[in-house]
């Protein structure tokens, strides 16, 4: 049984839309048998029969098949000739036969909206149902902790985040969204994706990642898909070493609090390659990988992408 089989026999995300599943479009494949044919020689050795062209019926909606439930996502292929489309807001990138990678964030409604504008200026319209899910939250009867950060600390801060905010809009030439996702490294999962306090009825922040530890500092990690570097910076002050890869089609992935970075901004990456070692550089309580998962601004949860940890 695959992990995700696993977490579907469990009962835990029972009630997801089946896959649809449409045969590729054959590149170069005729469209219908109308095709004019070419004169032939008389001297010409036999022609091997015409290969049985499958057409292609036309997609007339949306096929995908995923994770539909909150920290999400699906992968599927637009219908045909449709020139642009839509989750909700976010544009989705769709590459040459039409497929492309959406997500749901952590606090999405039930109900997304998949619209596809066809070439000829109609829409075509496809509602998906996202299941809530039951997250990890703590209600602690304390104050949250007076915000507002020192004027000092945001002139180091601010450009940091602007390296992080180009590194995670960076749209790469890469099919690593397209992969089934793998864990970077084995451990015990230290923190949740989603997870929350709430502090005398006000929320803190939600965990936007997940941990995973091994009880030490200086274990490898892998690359969970394939990509291409867009950040490798050490000494951040909450992130500590920092590295983030571009997935494509607007997916990336950072691993924060890292001891080690063993490849450089611009590398290409295959998925299982060696990114480096995990650490508690940065803002961190212990040596533990922070693995968060991104879709645009969308937050999404890792344990969707590989299954549950083996
Ligand atoms: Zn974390």
């Known amino acids: 049984m695959t992990p995700k089989s696993a977490l579907i026999a469990a009962g835990l995300f029972a009630g997801l839309a089946a896959c649809t599943v449409v045969p590729s479009v054959e590149a170069g494949a005729a469209p219908d048998d109308s095709q004019p044919v070419a004169p032939r020689t008389v001297a010409a050795p036999p022609a091997p029969a015409p290969a049985s062209t499958p ?6 909606d949306f096929t995908y098949s995923g994770e539909l439930t909150q920290g999400g996502w699906i992968r599927g292929q637009a219908p045909s000739n449709a020139v642009s489309a839509t989750l909700g807001e976010t544009p989705l990138l769709l590459d040459e036969e039409g497929n492309f990678f ?7 409604g039930t109900s997304e909206l998949l619209v596809a504008t066809l070439a000829n200026g109609e829409t075509v319209t496809r509602e998906l149902t996202v299941l809530p899910r039951d997250w990890d939250i703590e209600r602690v009867n304390v104050a949250r902790r007076a915000g507002g950060a020192s004027e000092s600390f945001m002139r180091r801060r601010q450009p940091e985040l602007d390296a992080i905010w180009d590194a995670r809009i960076a749209n790469s030439d890469t099919n ?3 992969e089934d996702f793998i864990w970077p490294l084995t451990g015990r999962i230290s923190g949740r994706f989603g997870s929350q306090r709430i502090y005398r009825g ?8 997940i941990d995973i530890a091994t009880g030490g500092s200086g274990n490898p990690f892998v690359a969970p898909a394939s990509g291409v570097v867009t950040l490798a910076v050490e000494d951040f002050s909450l992130e500590g070493n920092l590295l983030i890869i571009d997935h494509g089609a607007g997916l990336n992935s950072a691993f924060l609090h890292l001891s080690e970075i063993a490849v450089e901004e611009g590398d290409r990456v295959e998925q299982g390659q060696l990114l480096g070692r995990i650490g508690s550089s940065g803002r961190a309580t212990g040596p533990h990988l922070h693995w968060s998962l991104k879709w645009h601004l969308t937050r999404l949860d890792p344990i ?3 299954g549950p940890m083996p």
């Open 176 to 178: 690593g969204w397209k």
């Open 304 to 306: 969707l992408f590989t």
């Open 55 to 60: 057409t292609t019926p036309a997609r007339t």
């Open 102 to 108: 959406a997500a749901f964030d952590r606090d999405a």
């Open 202 to 209: 006000e929320p803190g922040s939600y965990h936007s990642g």
